[in-house]
Nanobody, 111 residues
Framework: VPLQACGGGLVQPGGSLTLTCAAS????????IGWFRQAPGKEPEGVSC????????FYADSVKGRFTISRDNAKNTVSLQMNNLQPEDTGAYYCRVGQYWGQGTLVTVSS
């Protein structure tokens, strides 16, 4: 498994978490990268991504202004800074680099 995600946990509404996905055996800046999530009982959804060709960044409307995706080529990692978390952000978060998926890391937002 070339991707390892971490950083999930339990946080109160309004809190922050940073998810990080580390790659081994591949170079992240050769791929499009993104974060996805799946809430309990719901379909998976894309959260944010960075395109390969021009490095454009996209966010789901539900997280715009609260989440920030970034890539550290030197560390070969991609991160998702999540601020002002809300209960509806609860779910398993997955990183994707090209065709590779990391294992999920669970985010729970609850008081």
């Amino acid at each position: 498994v070339p991707l390892q995600a971490c950083g999930g946990g339990l946080v109160q509404p309004g809190g922050s978490l940073t998810l990080t996905c580390a790659a081994s055996g591949l170079t992240m800046d050769h791929y499009a990268i993104g974060w996805f999530r799946q809430a309990p009982g719901k379909e998976p959804e894309g959260v944010s991504c960075i395109t390969l060709d021009d490095g454009m960044i996209f966010y789901a409307d539900s997280v715009k202004g609260r989440f920030t995706i970034s890539r550290d080529n030197a560390k070969n990692t991609v991160s998702l800074q999540m601020n002002n978390l809300q209960p509806e952000d609860t779910g398993a978060y997955y990183c994707r680099v090209g065709q590779y998926w990391g294992q999920g890391t669970l985010v729970t937002v609850s008081s």
